[in-house]
């Protein structure tokens, strides 16, 4: 919810009016106002525990709700359990009122704007009480409290499906009018990707019910939210320790990039093209992950050579490209602390080995080059010649190819040369981009830029 159009403001307010129709009635529905009052106090604690976790906000959303850049269909909350407990065990009425308290106050670091307060309680008291009527019309109560569970798991079942359409419906809606998300797209998927989280939520608020009616009362029922609680904390930590990471890389690479302007795009490329050649090669999701660390970190060493050498224009003196091939080298060392890079260290350090030892920095001899830094080399060389630089232009991609096999066995691995053609081939091709801020005319074939990969792409239009 970016910015509030006047629709999406008339639809925000539609939707909060419609939760409090769904409400109105409970002074006639004879409700439970203790169960209510808990119910609605525990699901404002969980929303302050998880809205504090991720700092007011953050894009953690409940189930079904738009996420940050219209993504939509957030992963529930841990509060979930307890907002389809309430619908399970509290009438139609009632159950809308669950998780107002908490949409409507709860403040994380950042000041919710009342808008998107307004939002999040009415969708999900709108959702409370379609769920809450979906169970009571099949009867769900009384199989929660004879404990009949065969049929309690259908009752509950159908009304997870229905709280988890109503919340894609809405969702939908919002993205449409306040995210400008085209009206073909608003919906797609928000359904499917909400089931199966909110399903596992809703066998956790089934039990959670089952408890709250069984001899041990309500205090029972608490202990269902802590095994989600850890749960939810474990999920919280990856999610935390996973944006750390992706932090630290993009520093890392917009550092290399204001270094080195002409290659600004490269790093990024280079690790398309690995996860490319990764998948070919049939490596579990972890690793493709990794390698592609690697691809976009791989001249991080540039960093520590000198801007003149980076951006010369005439040809390398000896010392001058000694000092260039450093790089690598320079690169190890900047990123050896940073356990989370795995195998990507090695492929920093090694991408400019070549099969027939006559690479840098150690000279090593077909295998001994690690596996990563031998799909890092060919993705390095491949975007080195699809791309627009200031002393050659971009090369047809067939003609790199044809390049990279004609130096395979030599310079590069052969498996990591077919698996890139093969791999391009079943994605459709690649599509080059220019690198340069404003790529100038190509002065001469003959001038190599001294930033290390080009050094591998002869004036001939080979690589070497």
Known sequence: MRSITPWARVYVI????????????????????????????????????????????????????????????????????????????????????????????????????????????????????????????????????????????AAAGAAVVAFCLVLALLDGGILALAERVPIRLAWRGLFVRSLVPVGVHGLAGLMMAVLWRSPYGPLAALLVLLPMWVSWWVFAQYHRERAAHQATIRALVQAVDIKDGYTRGHSERVGQASMVIARELGMDDERVEVLRFAGILHDVGKLGVPTRLLRKDGPLTPEERRVIELHPEYGHEMVRGIGFLGEARSAILHHHERLDGSGYPYGLVGSQIPEFARVVAVADAFDAMTSTRSYSRARPVRVALAELERCAGTQFDPVMVGALVRGLERRGGWHPAVTADSAPPVRSRTTMRPDGIPGQVGSEGRVR
């Open 14 to 153: 539609a939707v909060a009016a419609g939760a409090v129709l769904c409400a109105a009635p409970v002074r006639y529905a004879h409700a439970p106002w203790g169960a209510v009052a808990l119910f609605a106090a525990l699901c404002a604690a969980c929303e302050q525990l998880a809205v504090g976790r991720f700092g007011g906000g953050a894009g953690y959303e409940g189930p079904g709700a738009a996420g940050p850049g219209g993504t939509g269909g957030g992963p529930p909350r841990w509060h979930t359990p307890v907002l389809l407990a309430g619908a399970f065990l509290l009438p139609p009425a009632a159950a809308a009122l669950v998780p107002l308290p908490g949409a409507l106050l709860v403040r994380g670091t950042e000041r919710t704007p009342w808008p998107r307060r307004l939002w999040r309680a009415g969708q999900l008291g709108i959702g409370a009480w379609t769920a809450s009527r979906v169970h009571w019309s099949l009867g769900g109560p009384d199989t929660v409290v004879s404990s009949y569970f065969p049929y309690a798991l």
